[in-house]
C-alpha cells in the first residue's frame, strides 16, 4: 500500500490533517470512500504522503516504521476501508462528505516502542542524581504541563523529554508497554485550558515551559537544568512520569 511521497497534499483534494489532542488523522471524503477504485487509491496515497513527513520520534517518520511492517501496513489498510465518521458536511451544491478520522495509536505501534534501557532517568553512561532532597510542597504533584509552543517542536508519537545536557527525563521506553497500548504515551494539548481539563493530571499538575526543541524531526522536548531538577526530584515525581502523566501544548498549525 505505501508508496511514500513526500507531499501532504496530493492531487485529488483530499486534504489530511492530524489531530494532536486525539492522535488522529481526519479528513473529508465521500459517503463511500470504496465505491470508487480511483478515489480510494486518491485517499490511499494522501494518506501515505502524511505518515511520510509524520514523527514516530525525533529521529523517525511513521512512513518509514509503516514502509517496514507488514503488520501496521495492514492496520492503515484496514482503517483506511473502515474509518470512523466524525461529522457530516452539506455543501452550497448539494454534496454530502463525511469527516473521517483515522487513529494514530493501537497494537500495530509495539514493534515500535523503544525497548527498555533497563534503568531509568539514564541515557548512555551517565544517569540523573534523583538522590537529592526532595522538592515538598502543600499539594503533591499530581501530574506535569509543558509548554512547547514556539520552541519549532513537531509532535510525535513517541517524543523523548530531556535536561539540557540531553540526559533522558522520558522516554517510552521507560514505560511499561502494556500502559502504553491501552492507555497511551505522552499527550497533547493546544491550549493551557485544555490541557488542564485533562483528568489524568489530577488536580495539582507541574506547569513548565520547554526550553527547546532538538533531533532530525525537531520532536525531544529539551527543559531547562532548574525545571529538569524539579520534575526528577522525588520518587513520587519519577512515579507520575512513567504512568505517563503529561501533557504537552504545541502550536496548532
Given at each position: ?5 513526500f ?47 509524520t ?9 518509514d ?7 501496521a ?32 495509536f ?6 515500535f ?10 541515557t ?8 537529592s532532597?526532595e ?10 504541563v509543558?509548554d ?12 523523548r ?37 485533562t ?13 527547546r ?17 524539579l ?9 507520575l ?13
Amino acid at each position: 500500500m505505501l508508496q511514500l511521497m513526500f507531499a501532504v497534499f496530493l492531487t485529488g483534494g483530499y486534504d489530511m490533517r492530524i489531530e494532536w489532542s486525539e492522535l488522529a488523522v481526519h479528513f473529508f471524503g465521500p459517503v463511500d470512500i470504496t465505491s470508487e477504485p480511483t478515489t480510494r487509491s486518491e485517499i490511499m496515497a494522501s494518506l501515505d504522503s502524511l505518515l511520510a513527513v509524520t514523527p514516530l520520534d525525533a529521529e523517525r517518520t511513521l512512513g518509514d516504521a509503516v514502509r517496514r511492517s507488514q503488520d501496521a501496513d495492514n492496520y492503515f489498510e484496514t482503517s483506511l476501508a473502515y474509518p470512523q465518521v466524525v461529522s457530516t458536511r452539506y455543501s452550497t451544491s448539494g454534496e454530502i462528505l463525511n469527516e473521517y478520522s483515522i487513529s494514530l495509536f493501537g497494537p500495530f505501534l509495539e514493534e515500535f516502542i523503544p525497548r527498555s534501557y533497563g534503568v531509568n532517568l539514564r541515557t548512555g553512561n551517565e544517569s540523573i542524581d534523583t538522590t537529592s532532597e526532595e522538592i515538598t510542597t502543600s499539594i503533591p504533584i499530581t501530574g506535569f504541563v509543558i509548554d512547547a509552543r514556539g520552541t519549532g517542536f513537531n509532535p510525535a508519537i513517541f517524543p523523548r523529554i530531556l535536561d539540557s545536557q540531553g540526559r533522558v527525563i522520558l522516554d517510552a521506553s521507560m514505560v511499561k508497554r502494556s500502559q502504553i497500548l491501552e492507555r497511551g504515551y505522552i499527550k497533547y494539548a493546544y491550549t493551557p485550558r485544555q490541557a488542564l481539563e485533562t483528568r489524568e493530571l489530577g488536580l495539582n499538575p507541574l506547569r513548565i515551559v520547554a526550553e527547546r526543541a532538538e533531533g532530525r524531526n525537531r520532536s525531544n522536548i529539551v527543559l531547562n537544568s532548574e525545571d529538569a531538577t524539579l520534575v526528577t526530584s522525588s520518587a513520587l515525581n519519577q512515579k507520575l512520569l512513567t504512568e505517563c502523566r503529561v501533557i504537552v501544548i504545541v502550536d496548532e498549525n
